[in-house]
């Protein structure tokens, strides 16, 4: 399919469109996803919620708690139990006086949260939702009439470099912002990320090589279509090319790879060093206050989202049913499982944030240089020879 | 040899969220590396000694229980059984047993509470969970049992004020049935963790001469080999006639500590039944004058507190209504001067480990 010829006016607003969704969809799947951590470690550590322990019954907060009471009488509501404190935690960000420390580097202070949340926004304008066309406009439609809205903001042909580049711009909105707070307890944070940030790149960047050579493309939409395992067609119809099936070994050790860099790369247990709260009290951000720290909290939890996106996208089959390169055992004849759908890779990416937070739970923090060791020891050796093993099967086979 | 700007000083504490209460940390880092540790103690001093001096004997037994607010039971018994040592009371036997029970049930609060901090310290927050659920069981005992839970002034000079409450055996002869359950929760999650052993062995290391030079005792000395334990070795309360074990373990590290304070809790619930099963019958209170007024008389009486050793030194004057003197040996303030010694050379992350091992309660040691 070809598309259309637009205007300049018509792509760009097209463009926006897409921009305003996509916004949407992380910044709401960013309060669900804090949410959901309150839920799912309350259900794992068996605390009582907050219907019982919140105190009082005046005011704002009092209003809430009287409406969690009787949202836990319906018999549906009682699981969102905890949901009005969305409204509470955006509440108090609000109001919250935004403080700048004495001697602070002003403007470094006050740009770092942007940096980070920006960049961590960025990084989905490349991500291919859904390959091809979602709808066309009607032709009533001002301006856009007969235009395609597709799933992918900008679907250019070097979208994973240019989403590991702008992933890499977030650390310094990290590292800015401990440096410019003038305290120590941030300087600290600040540099723990930069070290674990710049180690963990390395091993990221070489598991994310693995899908490259095997679907022999930088491009999102074509690297996810191949890495399903279906083939590449010719305009006739003959297979071009296909992903041999013993590719599968080195993407199913890439997956882990990743995802363990991904969870040092978004600071999540095990490896939230530059915020460790128990030695650092909160890392970059103890001197951050009101919307600016909860840009930063923001951030961190787009950055899960981006991980839990790539990993689905290259590693679990985006949305393709079957994950690690089995789906063309689904032919495309059976409507629903032979096609690509949304829901698919909303979700496994809400199954890998549901990851995010189990793991949390469960595990203990390593020290400061154990997570160095794990980067260049373990993780490093473990990625290059994944990569040789994925580039010598897609060479000999 | 160095500048001054190679080495960043920082303070931790007194506001810090794993001092453990109001602990202040002086340190030197170069980078991460902890050069040089002062700990500066006193921001929850109240002069509790001094304050009991001008107090009788029957009013400090409040006092006690703000100490170590973790064991409140343990330090009722070693008051109460340090004015029966001065006045040479006699404490019925079924009191005896009742007040083992208590202080073992003390001990598994208090362990509970160390092992809830010291894995949150290190990031396991699971645990800090798990262990606040059973703690919240053995609060509820001691509220049943004397109608509070944190200071409970549980004990009277010369025995107990009442004795057990209908339906409070079987309540802690369920919390007994479970709890082995709940510490074999506790290891899953622990002991064989990867992350978990590698943040505590060989972490914060103290050998058993270093201890005993600096006087640490209880559990951080155990871990060592050091198997002195002031149950086994001076009897008091009703410990003579308990079995149970001491556990020790050679490898003086974070991870030793962590396993004999594991076991210790397991053997306090084994000297707990035991209290239950063999219950005495009789009074509960010995025969005391209205009023105790003190010889001229000196005693020093030490119990094993969950920390180590807790000691009352007393001096009596005659005919006085209150102490002439009166010091506390309380064991967190001995174990925390071991506390420089422990974690310089270490990383910032082990310091951590350490306040979380040795188990500090401002409160003792600043009193």
Redesign the interface.
Known sequence: MTPIAMTLTQTLVIALIQCVIVAGFVLTLVPLTTFAERKV?GY????LGATRVAGGLIGVTGGLNRGMWAMGKLPFVSILRGLPFFVADALKLFLKEDTVPARADRVVFLIAPAISAAASLLVFSVVCFYPGTLFTFPAWVPVIGNCPLTGTIADINVGLIFMTGIASVGIYGIVLGGWASNS??PL?GGL?SAAQMVSYEVPLALSLLTPVIISGSLNFREMTRTLAGLPTLDASGQVLSQMPVLELIPLFIGFFLYLTCGFAETNR??F?MPE??????AGFHTEYSGMRFSFFYLAEYANMIVVATLASAFFLGSHYLLPFGLQHYIPESIPVLGRPNLLFFLGKIISLLFVFIWV???????????VMAVAWKYLLPLAILNLFLAATIRYCL | MFDATDF?E?NMGPQ???THGVLRLKLKLSG?TVMACRPVIGYLHRGVEKICENKTFFQTQVWTDRMDYCSAVANNLGWAESVEKLFGITVPRRAQYIRTMLAEYNRLASHLIWLATH????????V???AF?EREQILDLFESFCGARLTTTAFRIGGLREDFPPGFEKQARAFLDRFPSCIEEYEI??TE?R??K??TIGVAKLNAEDAIALGVTGPVLRAAGVPFDIRKAFPYAAYAEMDFEVPTRLEADTYARYQVRLEEMKQSARIIRQCLDGLPEGPTMAKLPKILRSEVNEIYHATESPKGELGYYLVGEKGSLNPYRFHVRAPGFANLQALPHMVEGG??????AAIGTLDVVLGEIDR
């Open positions: 470690l794992l550590q068996q605390r120590k307890y600290l723990r247990m095990p939230d460790a709260e128990n030695e650092l009290v949390r739970g469960t595990l203990p923090r390593y020290r400061y240089d154990q | 960043m920082i810090h969220p794993s991460e894995a949150l310290d290190i990031g396991a927050m699971t800090f969970l798990y659920r999650l622990l963790n992350i978990w590698k943040r990383l910032v992350a082990d310091i951590i």
